[in-house]
């Protein structure tokens, strides 16, 4: 059974999947509910803890995001003037519109997992970014209703392969590396606050510091990007959207600086926490 568990660490509610994978401890949960039964109403599962804690992570029950297997992750391109001003974008104007591209659930993973590198890529590069959870479903909803739908937020790191995803104009491939999407645990809307208000955001590589910025930088304002796509498609409880990444990529970099094998890549968020990935070759 998939069970959803309440984490304790440092006084804040997260929220984290329970299942049969490897991966590093990450610390005492409070079981909720199982996976389905939790999404089925996850404003009224946070409240119901039933108080029974585990240890999850080595030594107890590992940890996976809590996504459902037909979950939609959404992810915004372009969505920082000074990332589109540094890559191959940098002439283009302006879109009135987000770029929207997906990815697949199994390309997800926790911190503390490895990914590794692609044999046809030189490299894997990084984009540090603040994940939204969508607690209820839209359909042709204002900004305002889908802001009020938001259940919590993650750190996201949007690790690509920069060869697959630059030859063709289709992102999907390169944004679906095995293990490459790591997402922190969920901490709930009342925590977080407005992304408008902004969230610090920064990345490290092997310690050195690669992005800098904040959430109220980004062009495109979650509210609206939310309400945008239910005029489309209906968003439902469960999904993701990835709200996009500042400058300081590698592959815009000169040299060109890319994650090769050992090497470690950390996103940090205000009220969010750090996420921490290793590369192998």
């Known amino acids: 059974m998939i069970l959803v568990g309440v984490l304790i660490e440092d006084g804040s509610t997260w929220v984290a999947e ?7 401890t990450v610390g005492l949960a409070s079981l909720v509910a199982p996976l389905r039964q939790f999404w089925s109403d996850p404003h009224l599962a946070l409240t119901m803890a039933d108080g029974r804690q585990v240890q999850v992570g080595a030594g107890g029950l590992p940890v996976l995001p809590p996504v459902l297997p037909e979950a939609r992750v959404i992810c915004l391109g372009l969505n920082y003037e000074d990332h589109i001003a540094e890559g191959s974008f940098k002439n283009a104007s302006r879109n009135t519109y987000p770029t929207i591209f997906g990815r697949w659930t199994r390309s997800l993973a926790v911190g503390g997992q490895t990914v590794r590198v692609p044999v046809d890529e030189r490299g894997l590069d990084w984009e540090g970014e603040v994940a939204a959870w969508v607690g209820s479903d839209l359909c042709e909803v204002s900004a305002d209703e889908a802001r009020a739908a938001v259940l919590g937020f993650s750190t996201f790191n949007d690790i690509t392969a920069r060869a697959a995803q630059k030859r063709t104009s289709q992102f999907a491939l390169g944004k679906n590396v095995d293990r490459s999407g790591p997402v922190g645990p969920l901490v709930t809307a009342d925590v977080v606050g407005d992304l408008r208000d902004g969230l610090d955001l920064e990345t490290r590589v092997n310690g050195d510091v690669v992005q800098k910025s904040s959430t109220a930088n980004q062009i495109y304002e979650l509210g609206d990007v939310l309400s945008y796509a239910s005029r489309t498609l ?14 300081g990529v590698g592959y815009a970099r000169e040299p060109e600086w890319l994650l090769d094998d050992g090497d470690v890549v950390e996103v940090s968020v205000a009220r969010l926490g750090t996420l921490r990935t290793r590369v192998v070759r």
């Open 234 to 247: 209906t968003l439902r409880v469960g999904d993701i959207v990835c709200t996009g990444t500042p400058s």
């Open 18 to 24: 329970t299942s049969n994978a490897d991966t590093p």
